[in-house]
Nanobody, 129 residues
Framework: QVVLTESGGGSVQSGGSLKLSCTTR??????????MAWFRQAPGKEREAVAA????????YADSAEGRFSVSRNQGIVTVSDLQTRDLKPEDAGMYYC????????????????????WGQGTQITVSS
């Protein structure tokens, strides 16, 4: 069983930045092939994909995140993904989740949450205008 833990959320004003992190624990070995993705969900709205990164560092972004968010991975002792957010807007507010699947590269359907086996509990971003 893999446990994902997000951190780094908080409250910022419009135009601010936050760096979210996702760490893994519980796996008996470091995942060598994976796709790690970030999703968000605002109250009353559907969950949407934000960005994804695979073990080779190849990235994918939703249109809403392109140019403002940056996703990365760090294959240290535990697999870690960071999501650097910039120029945050009120519509970026919500609960941000990281998700992971052991796979060679992110699939073409990386935006579909059903692709991912492991999920974190989320970290909240609040953006005031």
């Amino acid at each position: 069983q893999v446990v994902l833990t997000e951190s780094g959320g908080g409250s910022v004003q419009s135009g601010g930045s936050l760096k979210l992190s996702c760490t893994t624990r519980g796996s008996q070995y470091r995942y060598r092939r994976y796709c790690m993705a970030w999703f968000r969900q605002a109250p009353g709205k559907e969950r949407e994909a934000v960005a994804a990164v695979d073990n080779d560092g190849k990235t994918n972004y939703a249109d809403s995140a392109e140019g403002r968010f940056s996703v990365s991975r760090n294959q240290g002792i535990v697999t870690v993904s960071d999501l650097q957010t910039r120029d945050l807007k009120p519509e970026d507010a919500g609960m941000y989740y990281c998700a992971m699947i052991s796979l060679t590269g992110c699939p073409a359907s990386w935006r579909d949450g059903r692709e991912y086996r492991f999920w974190g509990q989320g970290t909240q971003i609040t953006v005031s205008s």
